[in-house]
């Protein structure tokens, strides 16, 4: 079993749209939860981190399920610029502090 | 954000030889990574780049093959010896920051495309 997982995908959603990304992590001490989008031919950009339980910026939410060892990142109101590639990567912090890893990314397409 | 630049951004190159990727921030940090992005895959971390000591590799990935030198801190070069096929990818450097909320955000160079042929 991966370390982290992620939906599959793809999604195709339509402008407007709500979408939701689930993430699972393996690793109960896993300390430290992320969201990354990374657009075709270019590097990761953070997104979001996620705090205790979850926090919320603008039309992005991200949620922490300790108990369920899960994160959930919601984009609400999709725009066509949302398409990208969303990725989710944990931190286990002690010795493996600062050192990520990811899930294999979901793809989102928001088509007009 | 610190500001991050990996040279070059792109090469390619014969089975056999080597290429080292440089990796330079704007400001000093502490903590630098190493990672590798395959063709269609994610982000596997190689090793973290330690300023004055020797880096410290993660499992399936040797000093051999992928030396790491970190002089001070804000420069960091990786290399890719005895170049195969499969070695085809993005190198990502990356460096740790304190984020707004105190807590430790990662950003990422731009990456480095390597082709082998």
């Known amino acids: 079993r991966k370390e982290v997982e992620q939906d599959p995908g793809p999604f195709n959603v339509p402008e407007g749209a709500t979408v939701a990304f689930n993430c699972t992590y393996s690793n109960s001490a896993s300390q430290s939860f992320f969201w990354y989008r990374q657009d075709c031919r270019k590097e990761p950009k953070l997104l979001m981190s996620?705090?205790?339980s979850g926090n919320e910026d603008g039309r992005f939410t991200a949620q922490l399920n300790r108990a369920s060892q899960y994160i959930s990142l919601l984009i609400r109101d999709s725009k066509l610029s949302d398409s990208a590639t969303y990725l989710c990567a944990t931190e286990r912090g002690g010795t493996s502090y600062g050192k990520l890893t990811f899930g294999q990314g979901t793809i989102l397409t928001v088509h007009p | 954000s610190a500001v991050i630049s990996q040279k070059p951004s792109r090469d390619i190159c014969q089975r056999g030889t080597s290429l080292t990727i440089q990796c330079q921030v704007d400001s000093q940090v502490t903590m630098m990574f190493w990672y590798r992005q395959q063709p269609g895959q994610s982000l596997t971390l190689i090793a973290t780049?330690?300023?004055?000591?020797?880096?410290?590799?993660e499992s399936g990935f040797v000093i051999d093959k992928f030396p790491i030198s970190r002089p001070n801190l804000t420069f960091s070069t990786l290399t890719v010896s005895n170049l195969s096929p499969e070695d085809s990818s993005i190198y990502l450097c990356?460096?740790?920051?304190?984020?707004?909320?105190?807590?430790?955000?990662?950003?990422f160079g731009p990456g480095t495309r390597l082709t082998v042929t």
């Open positions: 780049a330690n300023q004055g000591s020797e880096a410290t590799y």
């Open positions: 990356s460096v740790e920051e304190t984020g707004p909320g105190q807590e430790y955000e990662q950003y």
């Open positions: 996620v705090y205790s």
